[in-house]
């Protein structure tokens, strides 16, 4: 088989065939992939070649290998980082995702700090959410998301029932845009009159800001949301190796 740039080094192109076939939906989140001898078969490399491809995919979190089952493509899990953050937890002390709600859905042009984390020309038009997650039905954190419409288009067109509590799935279902990695920016600011009110707080309450860009495969964001939620719920937990 013939690989694009013949520049870089035989693993660097298979590695970017598989993601590209990753990309196009050849093989979803949860699916495993060929064995690396039929890969090597089939692409008429070595083994070894194969298995340093897949390395750098495991290694980049596209990838995961499964004792005993082969190599399937991960899926994304990013509520965690919700419990690293914050207390998230039912009386018996159970963890539980909070239920979500949408509140707005609009498109706009790009105002310059979505553009920005985006990296589309400010104007871009975009779709933007405005959702509240509920604990019990208290109010736990409000979220403001933005999305660039060409991708996401189809969100456009669902009821607000339809969303459910976890989006990066509803991102795959409907649209094909297939959420890989994130990095999150946390930060502290006082609430501001609306989001006193969306989380029945105080004015001026402090509340902690979890910023998120998440990126698809190919490493171009795709998703920047900012989640604030009251700091008297912050945790913060981390493990060391």
Request: with cysteine; proline share 7%.
């Amino acid at each position: 088989m013939t690989f694009p740039d013949a520049r870089l080094p035989l693993y660097q192109r298979l590695r970017d065939d598989l993601a590209g076939r990753i990309t196009r939906h050849e093989w979803r989140p949860g699916e495993s992939i060929p064995s690396e001898a039929e890969l090597a078969s089939a692409h008429g490399v070595a083994v070894g070649t194969v298995r340093k491809a897949i390395d750098q995919l495991v290694a980049e979190g596209v990838l995961e290998r499964q004792h005993g089952r082969g190599t399937f493509v991960r899926r994304a899990q990013f509520n965690s980082s919700l419990f690293r953050f914050f207390r998230f937890q039912s009386e018996q002390g159970e963890r539980r995702v909070p239920e979500s709600h949408i509140l707005r859905r609009e498109t706009m042009a790009a105002p310059s700090a979505a553009a920005s984390a985006l990296r589309l020309p400010e104007g871009t038009p975009l779709i933007f959410l405005s959702r509240l997650r509920l604990l019990g039905g208290e109010p736990v954190l409000a979220e403001e998301i933005w999305l660039e419409q060409v991708r996401f288009d189809a969100l456009l067109r669902l009821e607000p029932s339809d969303f459910g509590d976890l989006l990066y799935p509803l991102y795959e279902e409907r649209c094909g845009q297939v959420v890989i990695s994130a990095e999150e920016t946390l930060s502290v600011e006082v609430a501001s009159p609306l989001q006193a009110r969306l989380l029945r707080l105080e004015p001026q309450s402090p509340l902690i800001v979890i910023e998120r860009l998440a990126f698809d495969l190919e490493r171009r964001p795709i998703e920047w949301r900012r989640s604030r939620g009251p700091a008297n719920r912050f945790r913060y937990h981390v493990e060391i190796h």
